[in-house]
């Protein structure tokens, strides 16, 4: 007897752990990884987290820790970080034909037609050979349905007893007892204002929601919600185009019609899903600091050459500005083509997402910069505004070729915050 089941593997504090691959001296030590625009906590390891730093926090604040070397801070490496995320994602293909990146660090992977034992093993497998290839340490949930699979994969990195595995299956003891002990805000795409609401019907835990009504909560919430609820009862029903959550990611993706592998209609659709993404970040008041673009070709079609790049390019500060984030996305995206394949899948991942109005509190703010910001956010209204009332895409942004306001390769174009990080990092290597 076997069931569909479907692994999340999350990369374990992923830009983190990119960087200890090749700076070993960074293992059990306090790191975090900066910004290289407004100078804050962008990623932090689990020893950083126990020191009680707190994403987000301006770097100005740790600069007495770092002078005393208690912890490490680095800036930004998106190329590195874009690098490694597709050498993880190679690892699982060798594995299963159905990897599904959700985010940059996370991949969604299928396990068809193996009995449990067999699926404790391979993901057992899995742990171990994406940390043994890659040096990055990883967690791996597996389950019946997504929002189940993600649930194992936080019970996989919080309780010590799954040492990293966790494999749930829908009707069993063991599932039952982790829904009763996680509260709802744990639940994948359940938000803060739902769990409010929810706690007045008494449903408290993703256990109360695996046993209410789905009809009821259809009614009384939405249908979103009651898809997340059959899904706690083992019913497979979100794939992965609604499965945004406000404030970490937004992807967006479309298979082609047909294989092409034509740069115009390439160049046109990653145009549309980054002008998409832009529109999705305003509507949930979030900036976003870098873009990922990928291709896909089709994997089964063998007799066909394969290649299925993606990278990342890093925005010069965090935005919700159509303009700046269309044009990275073209830029990234004549980076990776290679004519000579046709693909079947183009997309744009927004990364590192950050609330809007904490934007007020940047560093770099000028006057000049604020005016700015002023005139984009009124522009971009509009366009969403023009959108809105005459349907997706009236307007459109053609592409600057020619804008210099952002680059790909911009690691190494420090502020003074990171320079200062690096000679202090080499003075004590
Ligand atoms: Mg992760």
Redesign the pocket.
């Known amino acids: 007897m076997s069931h569909p089941m479907i692994g999340l593997v999350?990369?374990?504090?992923?830009y983190v752990s990119c960087e200890r691959v090749f700076q070993p001296r960074l293992e059990g030590v306090p790191v975090g990884v900066m910004s290289n625009n407004d100078g804050c906590v962008i990623a932090r390891s689990s020893e950083l987290k126990t020191l009680g730093v707190e994403m987000g926090t301006p770097a100005f604040q740790l600069q007495q820790w770092v002078n005393q070397g208690r912890i490490h801070l680095l800036s930004s490496n998106y190329e590195l970080y874009g690098d490694m995320s597709a050498r993880v994602r190679e690892v699982l293909e060798e594995f299963s034909a159905g990897v599904e990146p959700y985010?940059i660090?996370?991949m969604f992977v299928r396990f068809d037609g193996f009995d449990a034992a067999t699926t404790l093993a391979l993901s057992r497998t899995l742990y171990r050979n994406v940390r043994q290839f890659t040096g990055i340490p990883?967690?791996v949930g597996v389950a019946p349905t997504r929002t189940l699979a993600k649930l194992a994969n936080r019970a996989a990195k919080k309780l010590p007893e799954y040492a990293g595995v966790c494999v749930l299956h829908g009707e069993s003891d063991e599932t039952r007892r982790l829904l009763e002990c996680t509260p709802l805000g744990n639940v994948w795409g359940v938000g803060r204002r739902l769990v409010e609401r929810l706690a007045l019907q008494g449903i408290e835990t993703a256990w109360d929601l695996r046993c209410a009504d789905p009809k009821t909560i259809r009614r009384r919430f939405s249908v979103t919600l009651e898809r997340t609820a059959r899904e706690l009862q083992g019913t497979p029903c979100i794939d992965m185009n609604d499965t945004d959550e406000p404030r970490q990611r937004i992807m967006t993706s479309r298979s082609f019609g047909r294989l092409t592998g034509e740069m115009s209609e390439l160049q046109e659709a990653i145009r549309q899903h980054a002008q998409r993404g832009a529109e999705k970040l305003r509507e949930q008041a979030s900036h976003a600091r870098a873009v990922l673009v990928f291709l896909k070709t089709n994997r089964h079609r063998q007799d066909l050459a394969q290649y299925s790049p993606s990278i990342v390019a890093e925005l010069t500060e965090p935005t919700d500005d159509s303009r700046p984030i269309v044009a990275a996305a073209q830029q990234a995206l004549a980076e990776i083509y290679r004519p000579g394949y046709r693909f079947m899948k183009a997309g744009v991942m927004l990364l590192d997402l950050v609330d809007a109005n904490r934007e007020q509190l940047s560093l770099l703010d000028t006057p000049d910069s604020a005016a700015d910001r002023e005139r984009s956010e009124r522009l971009m209204s509009t366009l969403d505004e023009l959108n809105q009332k005459m349907g997706r895409g009236t307007v459109r942004l053609g592409v600057r070729r020619h804008d210099a306001a952002w680059q790909l390769r911009c690691a190494h174009r420090t502020p003074r915050w990171t320079t200062q990080w690096e000679e202090l990092l080499s003075a004590k290597a």
Request: with cysteine; proline share 0%.
């Open positions: 999350d990369c374990n504090n992923f985010s660090d996370e990883v967690c």
